[in-house]
């Protein structure tokens, strides 16, 4: 897994390699508009639940711990069965889970649609297939678990506002599915990127997201 190997870069020749790709990542985000379809900030705080996938959940839910309104971010598996939800299986990319993310955030300080937002502009790129960047195979795909119909309409409609823009070069590939369970990760998976901010794999492709959050969406960036 590219994640791991990355980690042999050694020496000149692989700082250079480095930097070179972390400024090839520096400039790829997207800007994307706000979505058309999408809730009201709530006139009271609480708790509400968004489950996604957009590649290696280290990155994703790096991004998210610095959204304004989120309460916690949990990095797991959804889309397969309890007994696969383990990381070395879930990487074998056969078991039907996929790397996610449970965002907890509070409805009065963001909407589901902002969520979706950060989502489809600085946290993944929604157009590829079946991987992400370096990553590849089932478990990296991109996908929107819905808990609620409304959540499922606000889905749909931004992937449709944005297809319709032709805002990004290729189709949107994020599927919308359903959620029926998601399994906390590893403990050694969460806050990766706290953890190993030094780590080759988080400094070439999740801190460049985390700046693109800061620079592209400010309003709903917060410093931790």
Same mark, same amino acid.
């Given at each position: ?5 990355? *980690? ?9 390699? %480095?930097?070179? %790709? ?18 009201? %900030? ?17 990155? &994703?839910?790096? +991004? ?39 965002? &907890?955030?509070?409805?009065?300080? +963001? ?17 590829? %297939? ?39 070069? *290729? ?20 806050d990766y990127a706290v953890h190993h901010p030094n780590d080759p794999y988080i400094v070439i492709n999740d801190l ?5 959050? *800061?620079?592209? &969406? ?7």
């Amino acid at each position: 897994m590219f994640r791991f190997l990355v *980690r042999s870069f050694a020496g000149l020749s692989g700082f250079l390699a %480095l930097a070179a %790709l972390v400024a090839c990542n520096s400039a790829s985000a997207t800007v994307i508009p706000s979505p058309v379809v999408d809730d009201p %900030l709530a006139a009271t705080s609480g708790q509400q639940t968004a489950v996604l996938a957009g590649g290696c959940f280290w990155g &994703i839910q790096a +991004v998210f711990e610095h959204v304004k309104g989120v309460i916690s971010v949990t990095a797991g598996y959804s889309g397969g069965t309890a007994n696969t939800a383990h990381y070395e299986t879930v990487s074998a990319g056969t078991t039907g889970h996929a790397e996610s993310v449970k965002v &907890i955030y509070d409805p009065s300080q +963001v909407s589901f649609g902002q969520i979706l937002k950060v989502f489809f502009s600085v946290a993944h790129d929604p157009t590829q %297939l079946n991987r992400q960047g370096p990553d590849t195979g089932a478990q990296y795909r991109s996908v929107i678990f819905f808990s609620t119909e409304r959540q499922l309409r606000i889905a749909q409609a931004y992937m449709d506002q944005l297809n319709e823009a032709k805002v990004y070069p *290729r189709p949107i590939v994020t599927q919308v599915i359903r959620l029926r369970d998601f399994y906390p990760a590893e403990a050694y998976h969460q806050d990766y990127a706290v953890h190993h901010p030094n780590d080759p794999y988080i400094v070439i492709n999740d801190l460049p997201k985390v700046a693109h959050l *800061r620079e592209q &969406i400010p309003d709903l960036y917060v410093k931790k």
